[in-house]
């Protein structure tokens, strides 16, 4: 099982661009969320998909945007690259299935995207 | 302030000390997660726990739900265990802008040889 896997590893991009993240889930996971870590700080919540839809989001602007697909591989698209916008994306995969099963799950992180906007 | 906060933000040990990482939350939570993070960003979950304590080989974790506050040890210390350890909540109100899981930022330790 080769556990979650993102690509790419690195990326440099320029302000006002768009950018595309991708994300693998760890077999048998059908739950894809997105966090972004900025440098010295703790990962902040982007939002989550399920059964390819966007079922939570964080506090992040339009400009972020995501998508999931039927073998549950996810997408994060960021459009118009700010400076600020230079972080490490994180993907992280569980087996949440229904928001009301009351149940939850270990999540598992991917290895990252380093995404620098020059 | 933040709704998890971590202490101390950065520890030095010698090789076979005994270190402990603290945890304090705010908010009502279903479930706690203590993470590892090496340079190059990729991080590793280490316990997943709701209540009691949980052990695995040199690492242990404790949580007290009443008192909002969850402990890391890690015991006879080594130099690989050097890496950022990251306490998340995940919130009792499953949903909305807090996300699924809310973060700490994280205790830079740094083992000695």
């Known amino acids: 099982d080769a556990g979650v896997t993102q690509s790419p590893t690195h990326l440099i991009k320029t302000r006002g661009q768009q950018v595309t993240l991708r994300c693998s889930p760890k077999?048998?996971?059908?739950?894809v969320s997105w966090y972004q870590q900025a440098l010295g700080q703790g990962p902040q919540f982007i939002f989550q998909y399920y059964e390819e839809e966007e079922r939570q989001r964080g506090n992040f602007p339009d400009r972020f945007s995501g998508h999931q697909f039927p073998n549950y591989s996810s997408e994060l698209n960021v459009n118009a690259l700010l400076l600020g916008d230079s972080a490490l994306y994180l993907c992280?995969?569980?087996?949440?299935?229904?928001?009301?099963?009351?149940?939850?799950?270990?999540?598992?992180f991917g290895p990252g995207t380093r995404l620098t906007v020059t | 302030k933040n709704e998890v906060e971590q202490s101390p933000q950065n520890l030095t040990a010698q090789e076979g000390e005994f270190i402990t990482i603290n945890c304090s939350y705010s908010?009502?939570?279903?479930?706690l997660h203590w993470l590892q993070q090496h340079p190059g960003g990729g991080i590793v979950s280490l316990f997943m726990?709701?209540?009691g304590k949980k052990k695995h080989g040199r690492l242990i974790a404790t949580i007290n739900i009443q008192e909002k506050h969850s402990s890391l040890h890690i015991t006879a210390s080594h130099p690989r265990d050097s890496a950022v350890y990251i306490c998340?909540?995940?919130?009792?109100?499953?949903?909305?802008?807090?996300?699924?899981?809310?973060f700490g930022k994280g205790t830079k330790l740094s083992v000695k040889p």
């Open positions: 998340a909540v995940r919130p009792m109100n499953y949903g909305g802008s807090q996300g699924n899981l809310i």
């Open positions: 077999s048998g996971h059908d739950t």
């Open positions: 726990l709701s209540s």
């Open positions: 908010v009502g939570i279903s479930a």
């Open positions: 992280a995969s569980s087996e949440e299935g229904s928001r009301t099963s009351g149940r939850f799950y270990e999540q598992y």
